[in-house]
DNA sequence: CTTAGCACTTGATTAGTTTGAGTGCTAAAA
DNA sequence: TTTTAGCACTCAAACTAATCAAGTGCTAAG
């Protein structure tokens, strides 16, 4: 348990050291503590949140930061998130005010507006009724020998996909083909289509066309990506303001997570109602060792629920970070509910 | 005018340079080197060279590096292309030997071979008739409010895109839109396509929309993308390897420039028969002054012509990377002739 | 419980040395 | 005229003290 004053010590260090990098002695503390102390004073308290893991040492005299735990605390028990700053409300308002065609396009661009607040790695997630199901499948012929894939799914995801066919497969193959799978598929979730792609299609299929496999491997990649890829990536080149004294291989390993949605996935977790925060080693994956994340939900009724989230050095002005988060998840779920208003009635 | 012995001399310094990364003095090469002189004469012959600007010192007392100048003249008169390694063709024939359904899967793996056989970044283009024109436009109504806009030009590229529509667009009114577009527009050339697309078009669409600036916006961005979106980059990463002591600025640019697609076409030039080497301070773009690139380009018969490129630091090593260039436009020729001539006829 | 005082630790910075690879130049040899 | 041995000189890099500043823990007194 802490004491009032070692909480407002504790909140110091973090606040100090996350604003300036360098590890926090009694002297500067007892400057700027509110409370008149000598620094031996802050010096005692200073052991005792060491002896309970909250904060150490870079070296046997240096000043301390706060550990893994210390900032858990801090994010727990001490923070409070900040107001937006007029100028963050101005950009915000300004980047979202535009006129959107499509959901993405909003999703996509809040991940952009959300790095520029942040200047840190921005994620978004569009809404998504979870289970979304098959809805409608076409392909559309396009040349002599290009057919078009369209996969929709009733939460209003597309996915599409072009590719080549050999000659001899005819349009009422083609058309055959898309009835047989409008019959077995739609209204399934896609996990299920999956599934149910490997086993028993496979064999009708092999009725209209020759050679399904090429075909199905095609289906199976519009599905995939439909499952999958929701996510919209902004600012990814601000890791490299963070690159440890540039360790070039754990650089790599962080811009190779981005690239697989699997693993953004993984990171990001189960939505939860709150604004949480992940911090280092909390984090299962190894390259994230000295990141912090901060992820949150928004709700746009019917819709469903979306995730944003930030990507910054375990070292990151919380207070700001947060209040940033918490006001951005409300202007994109107002946004998005303008948006269905308009194209719903 | 170099003398058959300062030829023999600048191509080891270009030789060792770009396989150590060390400056090169005298001794070294007076070890190397196959005709038997003391250091003392190879020392003049390295003052006529910097004489003439082809090398240059780090500082007054160091070793020899190769200038711009010398790695030119290197390249323009002394290199001759490695032959492949054995290793370096299995990767090849194993990576490009599978089964493709849509050229741009042969060209983006293309783009990942090329970054992998030589552990820099890669480029690639499909091969592309000059002024391709505009074969097909449609638009498929996915759902209540969704719909797809395809754009098909005769060289068979196929881009597209969904959009939200206003419910009270009613299917006729996107069929006349349809017919409008295949009179006025298909077999223009793109760039024609598009400048018509801001003058008369908007006058005649206005017949059947209500609000037709959104549609065209839409059509707009199918439309560049369509005339743009032709690169594939593989191995992006790698730009990290050589980043000059952590330089975060000019490393942000660069990967912002691999961003921008007409950014890459500036700097990958015309496309000429031979395979061509630019040098740092050879090519407009600032940041690229410490790397050089390689451009080929690849001809797949009536099906027009690609083009493939890497780029990598000025210090490469050259007669390696011109072999695997030179070799792998071959190869990716034949593997796109194999596939038109399969789904040709 | 707080605080002044003090001895001690440690990373950073600076200046001075040494080392080694390399150069240019001169004068003799080929 | 070209080549070569020899030598003085240069410079970055690596190493060594020496000093500094910030900070700590501990003790003993308030």
Redo the contacts with the bound molecule.
């Keep these: 348990m802490l004491s009032e004053r070692q909480m407002m010590i504790l909140r110091a260090v973090v606040r100090d050291f996350t604003n300036t990098g360098?590890?926090?002695?009694?002297?500067?503390l007892a400057k700027q503590l509110p409370i008149?102390?000598?620094?031996?004073?802050i010096?005692?308290e200073?052991?005792a949140l060491?002896e309970q893991g909250l904060i150490e040492?870079?070296?046997?005299?240096?000043?301390?930061i706060p550990s893994g735990e210390g900032y858990r605390y801090y994010v727990d028990h001490l923070v409070k998130p900040d107001p937006l700053r007029p100028n963050d409300i101005d950009v915000i308002q300004s980047s979202l005010g535009g006129d959107f065609h499509k959901i993405d396009e909003i999703i996509s661009q809040s991940a952009t507006i959300l790095s520029n607040l942040t200047s840190y790695t921005a994620f978004t997630l569009k809404p998504e009724l979870k289970d979304s199901r098959l809805s409608g499948f076409r392909l559309i012929p396009l040349g002599k020998r290009q057919v078009m894939a369209i996969l929709v799914t009733d939460s209003g995801d597309v996915e599409n996909q072009t590719f080549d066919v050999n000659e001899k497969v005819t349009g009422e193959q083609l058309e055959a083909v898309v009835r047989l799978i409008n019959d077995q598929l739609v209204g399934l979730t896609l996990p299920e289509v999956l599934k149910k792609l490997q086993q028993d299609i496979p064999l009708k299929i092999a009725n209209y066309l020759q050679s399904p496999e090429g075909f199905l491997d095609i289906f199976g990649d519009v599905l995939t990506r439909a499952a999958q890829e929701r996510f919209y990536v902004g600012g990814r080149l601000n890791l490299l303001n963070f690159s440890q004294d540039s360790d070039v291989d754990s650089l790599k390993s962080l811009y190779a997570m981005l690239d697989k949605t699997d693993d953004i996935a993984d990171v990001l977790g189960q939505p939860s109602d709150k604004i949480s925060v992940r911090i280092g080693n909390e984090m299962t994956n190894d390259a994230l060792r000295n990141f912090s994340l901060i992820t949150a939900t928004y709700d746009v009724d019917q819709h469903g629920q979306g995730m944003i989230a930030i990507l910054g050095p375990t070292r990151m002005p919380y207070s700001r970070m947060l209040g940033i988060v918490g006001a951005f998840r409300e202007e994109l779920a107002k946004k998005l509910l303008d948006y269905y208003r308009f194209y719903d009635e």
């Design positions: 360098v590890p926090v002695g009694s002297k500067t008149h102390v000598s620094s031996a004073t010096r005692n200073l052991a060491e040492k870079t070296h046997s005299s240096s000043g301390r």
